[in-house]
């Protein structure tokens, strides 16, 4: 199994933000092809009870790398990657892993 793994920063307005992300983009995610499961999740607090290093993560997972390469490239890949654009105003990264 692989995932592409996104780590969003504070963004500029949460509660705009939380619309957003929720409704529209997750709705968005869910018809990229191939998708096998999608989690998502707002950071509390860093493990010594610090203020997070992120505002909220997402993971999006895959049977394999070529078919989550295919699926991410896809129109409705590409249509959910910009889409973050929109709402993401304090940045985001993303990055693939592979599960062990």
Avoid: C
Avoid at 73 to 88: H, I, K, M, N, V
Wanted: net charge negative.
């Amino acid at each position: 199994m692989y995932k592409a793994v996104l780590l969003y920063h504070q963004p500029e307005d949460s509660e705009a933000f939380e619309h957003h992300h929720l409704g529209r983009h997750l709705s968005l995610t869910a018809k990229v092809p191939n998708v096998v499961r999608i989690e998502t999740a707002r950071a509390l607090s860093g493990s010594d009870g610090s203020p997070a290093a992120f505002y909220r993560t997402a993971e999006i997972w895959f049977d394999d790398l070529p078919t989550l390469r295919a699926s991410l490239g896809s129109p409705e890949g590409r249509e959910a990657l910009a889409d973050t654009e929109s709402f993401a105003t304090g940045g985001v990264e993303m990055f693939i892993t592979e599960i062990d």
